[in-house]
């Protein structure tokens, strides 16, 4: 049984930092691309950020494009979002997603495992 749980979410203030982790389980995690996506209040789930199987290759929503970064261990089976320089529309459930692909990966259709999500709320 696969499972995906993130933690490391709160509440934080505008120009802040948190690091959020998803640990896997259930599946054999460096054959799987890893993604984060968010869903805030009202609105549909976008992308964020996601990671190749090897963690060489990163790509990133243009929102968060030199806030955010993403990271992988594949010893540990765990995939990470730094977020610094936190701000106020930053603030959703942030969901990570294992893809067996390896191109089009801001898809979140292409994801077959996802996490039960984690808040982010930021301050203004």
């Known amino acids: 049984q696969v499972q995906l749980v993130e933690s490391g979410g709160g509440l934080v203030q505008a120009g802040g930092s948190l690091r959020l982790s998803c640990a896997a389980s259930g599946l054999t995690f460096n054959s799987y691309a890893m993604g984060w996506f968010r869903q805030a209040p009202g609105k549909e789930r976008e992308f964020v950020a996601a990671i190749s199987r090897s963690g060489r290759s990163t790509i990133y929503a243009d929102s968060v494009k030199g806030r955010f970064t993403i990271s992988r261990d594949n010893a540990k089976n765990t995939v990470y979002l730094q977020m610094n320089n936190l701000k106020p529309e930053d603030t959703a459930v942030y969901y990570c997603?294992?893809?067996?692909?390896?191109?089009?990966?801001?898809?979140?259709?292409?994801?077959?495992?996802w996490g039960q999500g984690t808040q982010v709320t930021v301050s203004s």
């Open positions: 997603a294992a893809s067996p692909k390896i191109a089009g990966l801001a898809y979140s259709s292409l994801y077959d495992y």
